[in-house]
């Protein structure tokens, strides 16, 4: 049985940082995309971030480059979204994602290409 968890959620004020984490477990994504989307009250799900297999291939939603950073340790099967500058629009509930097979372009920004889902984290964004 597959299971994503993600872990770091919180409140913190404008301005600040988070560190979201997502362990994947029974089974191995290392050549496969994770990717984190987010959903906010009222609002579909949407792509956040993406990171291919190798690591060596990353994707953002235009609003959160250069604030967030996307990243992965294979071995520990488990990916991370380093959230910097963060602000009240940031607020939602964060979910990991990921899918047995790399993949780019529209796909990779698709969230119905991915195969399993964590339970989300909830990030909240004081002004």
């Known amino acids: 049985q597959v299971q994503l968890v993600e872990s770091g959620g919180g409140l913190v004020q404008a301005g600040g940082s988070l560190r979201l984490s997502c362990t994947a477990s029974?089974?191995?994504?290392?050549?496969?995309?994770m990717a984190w989307f987010r959903q906010a009250p009222g609002k579909e799900r949407e792509f956040v971030a993406a990171i291919t297999g190798s690591g060596g291939s990353t994707y953002y939603l235009d609003s959160v480059k250069g604030r967030f950073t996307i990243s992965r340790d294979n071995a520990k099967n488990t990916v991370y979204l380093q959230m910097n500058s963060l602000k009240p629009e940031d607020t939602a509930v964060y979910y990991c994602?990921?899918?047995?097979?790399?993949?780019?372009?529209?796909?990779?920004?698709?969230?119905?290409?991915?195969?399993?889902w964590g339970q989300g984290t909830q990030v909240t964004v004081s002004s």
């Open positions: 029974g089974r191995t994504f290392s050549s496969g995309t």
């Open positions: 994602a990921a899918r047995p097979t790399t993949a780019w372009g529209a796909v990779i920004r698709d969230k119905y290409q991915y195969n399993y």
